[in-house]
């Protein structure tokens, strides 16, 4: 993972994986590789919390290395915003717990430490949350059952791009659906800084399907390789230039 960058999967679904691989197992393998995976799971106001479909939800985060949060369609907008900032600072703190390890030479963790120098260590942590890239792929459910919520979910995303401009480090977010029309995963909007115009590309998508959460996982883990890949690509055609992000 390149250093000062932060890379996120935002899954927002309401369904089980009904196709293809453990999404579970899926999501560990993005952790191995550096990228949290976040999950949102969204309720219709008639579903229950305790579905089978929403326990998926929690143990997907738990083996990514990220964040849960199951909401009624109407909480969304706060919750994307609230999941990306828990992650962030999360997946930091465990950057700091493993430097804490290395310099003390012990299994000592920032709990550990006394009140003063905790304190020290929690600002440090918010600084970096501030200051540190970050990157986030959403990928969003279009399986049937999520139809009457895509709205809201294209206004959560805005607000998102909207509070996370408002940080020092740079914001790179896109997105993508599934399941897709030939692949596990659709493209819906390319790597930028900001969603601002997500409101154009929203009702053109369309819903409906399987719902293959574990290889749509797994694709969406890839579009941070190839991106890096452009990168560097640009930054070998143009050597005297600044490295251009996209």
Not at 22 to 48: F, K, M
Not at 126 to 153: F, I, N, Q, R, W
Request: aromatic share 4%.
């Amino acid at each position: 993972m390149k250093k000062g960058t932060l890379k996120q999967i935002l899954l927002i679904t309401d369904g089980c994986s009904n196709k293809g691989e453990d999404p579970s197992l899926v999501a560990s393998i993005a952790c191995e590789q550096g990228i949290c995976v976040n999950v949102i799971g969204v309720l219709a106001d008639d579903e229950r919390e305790d579905s089978e479909g929403l326990r998926e939800v929690e143990e997907v985060a738990l083996s990514g290395g990220g964040v849960s949060q199951i909401v009624y369609k109407q909480d969304l907008k706060q919750t994307v915003q609230t999941v990306t900032k828990q992650a962030m600072t999360q997946t930091l703190e465990g950057f700091v717990n493993k430097e804490l390890k290395q310099i003390l030479g012990s299994e000592e963790t920032l709990e550990d430490l006394d009140p003063e120098k905790r304190g020290e260590i929690v600002e440090v942590v918010e600084d970096m949350g501030e200051t540190c890239d970050l990157e986030v792929l959403v990928l969003v459910d279009t399986s049937a059952s999520m139809h009457d919520k895509l709205p809201t979910v294209k206004e959560a995303l805005i607000d998102l791009s909207i509070s996370m401009n408002a940080r020092i480090g740079q914001n790179r977010f896109s997105i993508f659906s599934f399941p897709g029309k030939r692949k596990s995963i659709q493209k819906v909007f390319d790597w930028s800084s900001q969603l601002d115009s997500v409101s154009t590309i929203f009702p053109k998508l369309s819903s409906g399907g399987i719902t293959p959460t574990g290889p749509a996982i797994r694709d969406a883990m890839y579009q941070f390789a190839k991106k890096s890949m452009r990168r560097s690509l640009k930054h070998e055609e143009a050597p005297n230039t600044e490295e251009s992000w996209g």
